[in-house]
């Protein structure tokens, strides 16, 4: 008759198996990231689900009991087994491939159209998007490189400047023409203003550099720069516009300037990479392909193509 398999707590048996190679509970909270009550709580799970006590816990300590130390021996080494067996299957499966986080706007508006170069003068190596939108932290992630905007001031890393940021009003011809068009600053207040969630200060930023008294809480929000760049080319109205990004949709003509007013916001656009590892052969080719689409000095190879000198 076939064994009836268990329902592992994977969780509490991780935090035990740390906890009890350290021997204490702050230790294993710092090395799992997480704070000491939730140590304690996993392993009282655990507890409860062997009904055996595996630290005696005191005022200020907890101590291992007999049995915990002798489980703690049988099970940390199966998950060191089970660490190596991952890391060497996330090796495998990454071995050709860099993982860059980098916003859905950028990637849309100006990586897109120029990674196929990448891809044909590298075709060993593929390019895989992270697109989550939160602050930049290389810890704990399978990340090998990133491009965002920033200060360049990012935690465990170098950095490479790709471009300052610089911003101007845009929209489509079309609706420029149905308001009248715009001759000067003040004459913003007559458009439909457009918003990005992610960038809901820009039209207050805008408005102050160019020194106009500005409805900036009126409008349409969107999630996304993207939705909202969107919305302009279709004549929704008038949105703040990245120029790095957006110029190649406005010498095709699909969105305008009509203010033609470049406007610096203090931030850039970098590439970034993390300190606390080395760095790979097929990461260093790509920051240096990106250095080469904005004309700058390249970080690693010199000369010739990234990685084929």
Known sequence: MQRRRISL??????SFAVASRHKTFTAAAREL??????????????????????????VRSAKL???G???????????DDLERATQRMISHETEGTVNLRVHPTVA???????????????????IRFDTTVEPLDFRGTHLDVALQLGKGDWRDTRSRKLWDE???VVCSQSYLDSIGGLHAP???SKGELLHSRYRRRAWEFWANAVEVDLDVNSGTDFETSLLTYSAAQQGFGLAIGQLGLLDDVIAAGRLVRPLEMRIPTGAAFYVIWPTTASVSLKTKRFIDWLLDQV???REFFKSGAPGRD
């Open 9 to 14: 707590p994977l969780n509490p048996l991780r």
């Open 108 to 126: 849309h508006h100006w990586l897109m159209p120029k990674l196929m170069d990448f891809r044909h003068r590298h075709t060993d190596i593929r």
């Open 295 to 297: 004309g700058q000095p």
């Open 186 to 188: 003040e004459e913003v």
């Open 65 to 67: 009991t007999e049995a």
């Open 166 to 168: 610089e911003v101007d």
């Open 69 to 79: 130390r002798a489980f703690g021996l049988e099970i940390a080494a199966l998950f």
């Open 33 to 58: 990231g997480v704070s000491q009550v939730a140590i304690s709580r996993q392993i009282s799970i655990l507890e409860d689900y062997l009904n055996v006590s595996l630290f005696e816990r005191g």
